[in-house]
């Protein structure tokens, strides 16, 4: 591959993982809620995520759909119940602070483990078995019958580190005490439009 493949291949990824969706919910509403550093976990874990996906179809296996599809549409399946999951949590918890008064720089009394939030954001990209049919979409531009492993690995890698870059930057942008101050004072409101696009998205894709 030539550099202008690679400069290529970045921004088609960046393009994907700048898409607003219902990752950028979950990291967003994390950041704020528990931190930045809440942010960031689960920032890595969706790159992480990205990476079984990516490497999955960058080193040569068949789409899920085609090959397995009871077992695609069994994830699917799955995946919508995770997203309604986190959808009611979050608004639920927005409910429950709407009639708290709370400083803008205080934080939850409750925490979330780390695991916990590095699950949440690999699960809400293994869940989501579309992922595969769009890395298909994208590398089948790029993908010769005579690239290494090596090179396909690297494709796979560089679209896990891009996706996990923009969440840990979106994660660190709004966790900025001049943003975070101000999207404080919204604290429940903000919970409730997550959870609110949470439940839009697992309803449009259903």
Not at 6 to 23: D, F, I, K, V
Not at 110 to 130: D, H, M, W, Y
Request: net charge positive.
């Amino acid at each position: 591959m030539s550099v202008t493949d690679w400069l290529l291949l970045s921004l088609t990824l960046l393009a994907g993982a700048a898409s607003p969706g219902a990752s950028l919910a979950l990291v967003m509403q994390r950041a704020l809620q528990f931190g930045r550093q809440a942010g960031l976990i689960v920032g890595i874990s969706h790159g992480i995520g990205i990476l079984f996906y990516a490497g999955t179809v960058a080193l040569g296996a068949a789409t899920l759909q085609s090959e397995f599809p009871q077992i695609f549409r069994g994830l699917q399946i799955i995946g919508l119940g995770f997203l309604g999951y986190l959808g009611l949590t979050m608004l639920r918890g927005g409910w429950r602070k709407r009639s708290t008064k709370r400083a803008a720089d205080t934080r939850p009394l409750t925490q979330k483990s780390r695991p916990s939030l590095a699950a949440e954001g690999f699960l809400i990209v293994f869940f989501n078995p579309k992922i595969a049919i769009f890395f298909f979409a994208i590398f089948s531009q790029f993908l010769l019958p005579d690239l290494s492993p090596y090179t396909r690995t690297a494709m796979a890698s560089l679209a896990a580190v891009i996706d996990a870059l923009w969440y840990c930057a979106i994660a660190a942008l709004v966790s900025l005490p001049v943003i975070e101050v101000r999207l404080q004072q919204y604290a429940w409101q903000l919970d409730i439009a997550f959870g609110a696009a949470l439940i839009t998205i697992m309803l449009v894709l259903i």
